[in-house]
């Protein structure tokens, strides 16, 4: 979940247990910088592999990674990838999907970002 506080600073919290309204923890506050300029909307997608960063969606056009120890915003490009449209989590799963080209799918990997 993410608290938008008038453009100026975003809180993202977790439920540690499923369904327990004593149970929520606040992972980070992000803040505005020169990358993330307007809050309008900031979702978190998922982690690096290592766990230091966090891929967010931001207003809903591009993917960054915010580093948790930096506190800094990296924004991803992806030479051949188009204009964001959206962007989805997989979990792990016996089945496969391929909704991205493979290309696409190694650069991700190299970037960090888990992907089948």
């Not at 809180?11 to 910088?33: A, H, P």
């Not at 979702?43 to 591009?62: A, D, E, F, W």
Request: with cysteine; hydrophobic share 35%.
């Amino acid at each position: 979940m993410t608290v938008n506080f008038h453009n100026s600073k975003i809180d993202v919290w977790v439920m540690r247990e499923y369904n327990r309204g004593d149970s929520w923890c606040k992972l980070f506050t992000l803040e505005e910088s020169r990358e993330l300029r307007s809050f309008k909307c900031v979702r978190p997608l998922g982690y690096s592999s290592n766990g230091n960063k966090v891929l967010l969606k931001h207003n809903r056009k591009r993917l960054c990674w915010y580093d948790l120890r930096k506190k800094e915003v990296t924004l991803v490009r992806i030479q051949g990838l188009p204009n964001l449209n959206e962007a989805m989590i997989c979990l792990g799963t016996l089945v496969t999907p391929y909704f991205l080209p493979r290309e696409i799918c190694r650069k991700l990997r190299t970037l960090g970002c888990e992907h089948p």
